[in-house]
C-alpha cells in the first residue's frame, strides 16, 4: 500500500553534514506519523527522530542537537539533517511511516528498505 524509499546517504568526514530523504509512494489516503530509525551491525534498530502529522518532534538523546526531522505534507516526503556526524552515528538509516488506507481505517507501518551512511573518523 506504501512505498517508502530512502536517498541521501554515503560517506562522510567525522564533523561534516548529510541530508536523508525519504518519499512515500503507493496507493493510500494519507501519511500520518513519519520516523527515521537506524541500526548497526549486531544491534538492534532505534528510533532517531520522528514527527509528527502536525509537526511535532521527538530526538533520540544522541542526536538533539545535532539533527532536525521535518517534513513536506504535499510531497509526502520527511527529511533528516544530520550536522556534526560522528563515527557511531554509522548506521543503515531507515525511513518509517504510518498510512492509512481509508480515512476512518487503523494506520499501518511501513518501512523503508534503508540507506548506508559510515562516518569516516
Known amino acids: 500500500q506504501v512505498q517508502l524509499v530512502e536517498s541521501g546517504g554515503g560517506l562522510v568526514q567525522t564533523g561534516g553534514s548529510m541530508r536523508l530523504s525519504c518519499e512515500a509512494s503507493?496507493?493510500?489516503?494519507?501519511?500520518?506519523?513519519m520516523a527515521w530509525h537506524r541500526q548497526a551491525p549486531g544491534k538492534q534498530r532505534e528510533l532517531v527522530a520522528d514527527?509528527?502529522?502536525?509537526?511535532?518532534?521527538n530526538y533520540a538523546d544522541s542526536v538533539k542537537g545535532r539533527f532536525t526531522i521535518s517534513r513536506d505534507n504535499a510531497k509526502n516526503m520527511v527529511y533528516l539533517q544530520m550536522n556534526s556526524l560522528k563515527p557511531e552515528d554509522t548506521c543503515v538509516y531507515y525511513c518509517?511511516?504510518?498510512?492509512?488506507?481509508?480515512?476512518?481505517?487503523?494506520?499501518?507501518?511501513?518501512w523503508g528498505q534503508g540507506t548506508q551512511v559510515t562516518v569516516s573518523s
Open positions: 514527527i509528527s502529522s502536525g509537526g511535532s518532534t
Open positions: 503507493g496507493r493510500f489516503f494519507r501519511i500520518g506519523a
Open positions: 518509517n511511516a504510518q498510512g492509512y488506507g481509508g480515512t476512518w481505517s487503523l494506520p499501518r507501518t511501513y
